[in-house]
T-cell receptor, first 112, second 116 residues
Framework: GQNIDQPTEMTATEGAIVQINCTYQ??????LFWYQQHAGEAPTFLSY????GLEEKGRFSSFLSRSKGYSYLLLKELQMKDSASYLC?????????????FGAGTRLAVHP | ETGVTQTPRHLVMGMTNKKSLKCEQH?????MYWYKQSAKKPLELMFV???????ENNSVPSRFSPECPNSSHLFLHLHTLQPEDSALYLC???????????????FGSGTRLTVV
């Protein structure tokens, strides 16, 4: 089967750095995505990794190790508006086409 | 505005009602999806459409009936739902089913459904 694990909740302080981990066991790996979802809003794209290593985009970075089935999202200089759920998703090739399999999400609370 | 619009944003319905959820995308994408999002659970893929043709039905009960009249519109018709069907229903689109780009899916804001 396909399985993606990430912590349920995390808390952090404004201005700090937080790392959200994601481990996956899937077949047909074809890329890993991170999405941000504020309460009552659409999930929005944050980052994409398909090769091993670190991808940096402003305050957000994402890392992938395909051999370990592991990724993390790193958020720097945390702001209050970063309080949201962060969804890890793996794109797999299954049944002849690509589909996204999601983890349950990590709810991040940023405190002053 | 994300490019994917869902209506209504909130819906309360009785177990004997019939209602429909609507999704519209203005991105020129060829694939559209329905997901169910329940509290503390992963997004569950319900249906996949490519160029108006349904390619996946993930063992979804028949009380959920999708319709895709064209590549820009997707509906989810609901009838005789159960309280456990209460959830956030998200629509998404992507360029195509075999596209391996770095953008993934574009999601709508969802319909918060409550079955009473």
């Amino acid at each position: 089967g396909q399985n993606i694990d990430q912590p349920t909740e995390m808390t952090a302080t404004e201005g700090a750095i937080v790392q959200i981990n994601c481990t996956y066991q899937t077949s047909g790996f074809n890329g890993l995505f991170w999405y941000q979802q504020h309460a009552g809003e659409a999930p929005t794209f944050l980052s994409y990794n398909v090769l091993d290593g670190l991808e940096e985009k402003g305050r957000f970075s994402s890392f992938l190790s395909r051999s370990k089935g592991y990724s993390y999202l790193l958020l720097k200089e945390l702001q209050m508006k970063d309080s949201a759920s962060y969804l890890c998703a793996v794109r797999v090739l299954s049944g002849g086409y690509n589909k996204l399999i999601f983890g349950a999400g990590t709810r991040l609370a940023v405190h002053p | 505005e994300t490019g994917v619009t869902q209506t209504p944003r909130h819906l309360v319905m009785g177990m004997t009602n019939k209602k429909s959820l609507k999704c519209e995308q203005h991105l020129g994408h060829n694939a559209m999806y329905w997901y169910k999002q329940s509290a503390k659970k992963p997004l569950e893929l319900m249906f996949v459409y490519s160029l108006e043709e349904r390619v996946e039905n993930n063992s979804v009960p028949s009380r959920f009936s999708p319709e895709c009249p064209n590549s820009s519109h997707l509906f989810l018709h609901l009838h005789t739902l159960q309280p456990e069907d209460s959830a956030l229903y998200l629509c998404a689109s992507s360029q195509g089913l075999l596209t391996g780009d770095g953008y993934g899916y574009t999601f709508g804001s969802g319909t918060r459904l409550t079955v009473v």
